[in-house]
């Protein structure tokens, strides 16, 4: 499947310090079925633990928000050097009870990781107009560590060549 023609990749968030909480791009889901979260940072200090936020709105301007509780599994990647064959190679699923947050574990400060949150576009509260979501990552603490967020947009709800652009409305 070539993406560019039958999906999207946006940045959700630049690369970007994460010692301060950080925010970017709503992604407006109307075009696609499906978005996959990809969190990529590097390694920090001990117990500067990234949490990562889910929200919804009705407009990519992110006005009429509310909580985004659906987030029951993501897979993981997390070490010390992520090209090492025994980290780099495969994902682990890790599932927890649908949530709004994803807290990072205790290792997951000093060590490199690459996270995907899978979200369905019918699991937001489409009845009452949601379709855009953002991901917020929590203040980690005074110590620099960098990482950023992508969004990977499959399910192309209408054909053709030109993908629905998922930042505007």
């Not at 946006?10 to 909480?21: F, G, H, K, N, R």
């Not at 117990?47 to 897979?75: E, N, R």
């Not at 050097?81 to 290792?107: C, H, N, Y």
Request: net charge negative; aromatic share 8%; proline share 4%.
């Amino acid at each position: 499947m070539n993406i560019c023609e039958n999906g999207n990749i946006v940045s959700i968030l630049y690369p970007s310090d994460i010692q301060t909480a950080v925010a970017d791009d709503w992604i407006n889901l109307k075009g696609y079925g499906h978005l996959d979260v990809v969190f990529f940072k590097g390694a920090g200090t001990a117990g500067d633990d990234p949490t990562l936020t889910f929200a919804q709105a009705t407009v990519v301007a992110g006005t009429d928000t509310k909580a985004l509780t659906i987030v029951d599994k993501y897979y993981l990647k997390q070490g010390t050097l992520l090209s090492t064959s025994t980290v780099g190679g495969v994902f682990t699923k890790t599932t927890q009870t649908k949530a709004t947050t994803i807290v990072g574990d205790g290792t997951s400060a000093e060590e490199q990781m690459i996270m995907v949150i899978p979200i369905d576009a019918e699991d937001l509260d489409v009845d009452n107009g949601f379709c855009c979501v953002q991901v917020s990552v929590g203040d980690v603490g005074s110590n620099a560590q960098f990482g950023c967020i992508l969004g990977i947009l499959t399910d192309p709800r209408y054909g053709g060549e030109t993908p629905i652009n998922p930042l505007t409305d």
